[in-house]
């Protein structure tokens, strides 16, 4: 493999393959090989889950145990017919699911599922952007746009006020989210994804320890951030038919719902960087457990750390799909004031004492 | 049934069953016992009630334990706020209307209101007929309101000072009123009244001549013949037209 | 309601009052209820209730058919609860023809009526919680609801439209082990309904969401003629089974729960008491059960005395159901009323949605607890 990627290198020359051949072929394996699988088996994740939480089987039709599901339900969406209300604003009805999905995507640029490679191993990340957290902020807050812009143009006075309720939504724990994520950022010293987990490293133990109020708000803020139940008000079936995506069809309607997965998935990545150490194993302090960085498997072995990164994803979908499993939705009022009153104060407060205690020790 | 005496209830069956012959034979073993109506002049509610209100309550009789009385028109609403504010009937159960085309007025709303300290239900009539309109009692009882709409939907009796006298459970416009005794069962021909540009008259749904799923198409609205130039290419009338205006 | 002006969506962010229609196509309305509102964002200003989608003209079919064969037009109005519906249309003619149903049968319509009183409820808690947003009690009450419907299919054949009651008594008697598997599921009852009120109770969400919503008051509720657990949550302790007592009713212990606020929490937790004590009440009969005929001695062909009326009501598990019949002498009814529950009691929606915000109107609409069939007859 080294071979011939010398070989393409001479090919190109350096310029065109490190700037144009290898993020491209990072891009496809991020997106093909990780992202895109993790969010469908996410979706029958769940709901085998939410089956095995209400004592019901969930989808077991198709294929062993009901595997291909997913499959089956984006063929299905395929499938469907394509309806544009007459009276929607069309371009816009079209740009929406696109401004949902795009933003998702391109946050996985920065998001490091592995280490970076030294010598001949891989680098698992498409690049180490010095700013990323600034950059994953800003590109999930460009997924609201896509929402609010759904709901106006579906021109229906309930994808209206699910948009209007997105937009207060999703701004209002921005916040909250956005000022969580300074505490870890204050200890690692770096916004670089990669500088954090490395930061873990060096300071030996999962920041989640010292920034447990940070993570609090941060996971509460996310769960509303990707409405998701108790916060799935823009979408609230009983209340709002379907909320913003209520007059979207087949595969546009298959965007949304991507979309919601792919910013779960985000969220749970960011949270695991932040949080949990990133691709690191459990414990990374405990040398009588070194055996779980998995060197004895030889050259699998620079696989084993994605595999803990998609472990830690997955422990934080659990908690979405328990989350909802077992909630009732909160009402809006009250949500406003949960991220006003309650998160904003504690993520200010957990920033003070960071800081406090870095300007101390 | 509720009025039976408890002890005699318990008595199981299969002792009845060897008394049987016995004078103490049980009750739902004996011929049915029809009630019959007892005079209630002399119940101290209607007395209260004949005090209050004078000449309102023509009659009162009781079945089953049931108080029923006959109150007139002009009576009803002094009756009725008699009855809530005096004698503590709170608890609005039901407005009803009925048919009885036989007599003079053939309307009746019946009214049942209830005591919850004393447990006594108590029934009132007022007769009214097509024209005549009854006092609506929504100000005494708000209850009223949707039982009155129902009974004006049902059988086209009309409520004075209803807030909000509209058909309630039949669409708007409809065109007869369906509990009375002379409506069809099967019912009747209500698209030429609601939707005229589609039926034509007796080519509804439900008509003598056959039902409206068998319509092909809504006949063309009656257009004056203006130059409807080529409105119709493959339609006879339109061709015609076209022809007869070049 | 006033009317928005023509048209559009450019004058739409103009308005500050909107109308929308809610319904009746709309997953939370229980059927197919429709509602004009008025909203000023989410804040519902006005409500105007709009029924009888779903009107089958029962009232007219009552008069077509004999006294027997109107049963099963009782089954088709409140769908979730036949049994209520039978055992107050049956009662009605009783009382009209003088019948006295035998003991036996009492207590078979007692351990019906209030396994049916059960599986309403569920079917309620299921709805009102999967409104609020809670979803997995949906499937903990159908997983208890599904044992009752088999314990009814058991004994009429039928699972919803039940038609298991006749005037003058029962038309079949029990099945062989009926009562034990009866019992059984009575008795693993109470711990079910521990599991629905450990995921809803005490949480905080569902608190915050139902607590002061919706807020009826007892002066209120009397005028308005609501009855049943709407009008106990309000604190008023009126209960039909205990106030005029039929059939078994007044032989088995219970206790009516009654609620203090009259919010949508206290109408909550008045139902779950209410589960409680119709599984005592049914274990109750069960064991009392006497031995007997269960059918009473009745003319072959029932006809009303002529020129007479009555009203009977017995306490549904939606409020009061009651029928007027009026006798002229023949096998039909010469009229016949039903007082619906659903409908009395769906008369107060727009003063209790007056000032909530949309979510509150849907948590109402749950608590109402209405069954369109029944509003529309």
Redesign the interface.
Known sequence: MGGLLEGVREALGDTLFFYAFSPLVKIVVVMFILVLPLVTAMILIERKL?GF????TGPNRVGPWGLLQPFADVIKLLGKEDVIPR?A?KWAFLLAPCLVVGPMFVIFAVIPFGPPGEGESLNFFITDLNVAALFILAMATLGVYGIIIAGWAS?S??S??GG??AAAQMVSYEVPQGLSVVGPLILAGSMSMVDIVEAQREAQIWFIFPQFLAFFVYLVAGVAETNR??F??PE??????AGFHTEYTGMRFALFFLGEYGNMVVISAVASILFLGGWMRPFPNVEALAFLDGAWLGPLAMFVPLLWFFVKIMIFMLIYVWF???????????LMALGWKWLLPLALLNIFLTGLIKLVV | MSEKDPEEAAKPAAEAGAEKGVEAKPPWLENPVVPEWIDAGEDELVLALRDSCPDAVSSAHSLEGDLSLVVTREGALAVASSLKEDLGFRYFVDAAGADYPDREERFEVVYHVYNIDTQRRVRFKIATGEEVAVPSLTGVWRGANWPEREAYDMYGILFEGHPDLTRILLWEGFNGYPLRKEFPVEGIDTGAAIYPEYYGPEQGPISGVGTGWMVPKPPEPVVEAAESDEVGAGEGEGEGEGESSA | MSELPEKGPETLFDLKEMELNFGPQHPSTHGVLRLKLKVDGERVLDCYPIIGYLHRGTEKLFELHPYFQNVPHTDRMDYVAAATNNLAYCGAVEKLCGLVTPPRARYIRTILCELQRISSHLLWLATHAIDIGAMTPFFYCFRERELILDLFEEYCGARLTLNCMRPGGQPHDLPLGWTDRCLEFVESFPAHVDEYEGLLTNNRIWKTRTIGIGVLPPELALDYGISGPMLRGSGVDWDLRKARPYEAYDEVEFDVPLGKNGDTYDRYLVRMAEMRQSGRIIKQCIDKLPEGPIMAKKPRVLKAPKDCEVYFSIEGPKGEIGFYIVGDGTTNPYRCHVRAPSFINLQALPDLVRNHLLADLVAIIGTTDIVLGEVDR
Do not use: H
Not at chain 1, 236 to 241: D, F, I, P, Q, S
Not at chain 1, 324 to 334: E, L, V
């Open positions: 939410l939480m209400q004592f019901r009276e604003v021109n006075k309930f209206l006020m209007l309720r139940n108790p799935d008000l609230a079936e009983t209340e709002l038919v909802r499993g077992t909630f009732p939705r909160y009402r809006f009022d009250q």
